[in-house]
């Protein structure tokens, strides 16, 4: 079993590497409000973020504000959302969502995880990835991406999304928590895929403890 010293030291060294090849921005994702930013990450579940890029500018030209969702027939958010996957959960998340946020905070954007959680259709991912994105909130958002990293690293051996973020809190600073999840979401699309990891492409094997099984 390896100690939480030589994992934060392992954690360190992978994030040092990685960090400089991968200069993207928080998020793929378009958006111009944190608003947008919002609606546009419920949409991203299950979906890319190219995707979902193609599908925002028209709906938020036609959805500006919370308010206009929800007086909105949930068969037109449908449509505007259809090539997103799940459109259907999405449109119902999307609505409940903009529902809390008018009833419980006015219609504004919460800036706390504990505030975020409460609205429907948001879960502590969502919530991460705004709040990181629109205000620089630390917080580890876990995808797919940094779960299987996360797992194939040997920085967790839980496949729970709370307990991972939870886990990796544990090995880096706060204002690490954030960048290090766009780190492995980048690597995770780029070299270490769910079907084969590309260990001779990988700048971290040497650190990866699933690259000498």
């Known amino acids: 079993m390896e100690s939480m010293k030589k994992k934060k030291l392992r954690a360190e060294k992978i994030y040092t590497k990685l960090d400089p090849i991968y200069t993207m921005e928080k998020t793929a994702l378009n958006y111009r409000t944190p608003f947008q930013l919002l609606i546009a990450t419920i949409l991203s579940a299950q979906c890319t973020d190219k995707q979902v890029n193609k599908v925002t500018p028209l709906l938020f030209k036609k959805f500006k504000s919370p308010q206009d969702f929800i007086k909105a027939p949930i068969e037109d958010i449908e449509e505007a959302i259809k090539s997103t996957g799940f459109y259907r959960n999405k449109a119902k998340s999307i609505k409940g969502c903009c529902e809390g946020l008018i009833n419980m905070y006015g219609g504004n954007i919460p800036h706390t995880i ?12 969502t919530a991460n990835c705004v709040l990181g994105a629109a205000y620089g909130v630390p917080g580890v ?15 967790t051996e839980s496949s729970n999304p709370d307990k991972i973020e939870e886990d990796i809190q544990k090995i880096l ?24 990891p590309e260990h001779d492409k990988c700048a971290v094997a040497d650190l990866c403890p699933s690259a000498k099984e």
Request: charged share 35%; aromatic share 8%.
């Open 114 to 125: 504990d505030e975020m959680i409460k609205l429907p259709g948001v879960g502590r991912k």
């Open 173 to 196: 600073p706060e204002e690490r928590w954030r960048r290090f999840s766009d780190i492995l979401i980048y690597h995770g699309r780029a070299v270490c895929s769910a079907r084969k």
């Open 141 to 155: 958002v876990v995808d797919t991406h940094v779960k299987r990293l996360a797992m194939r690293m040997g920085f």
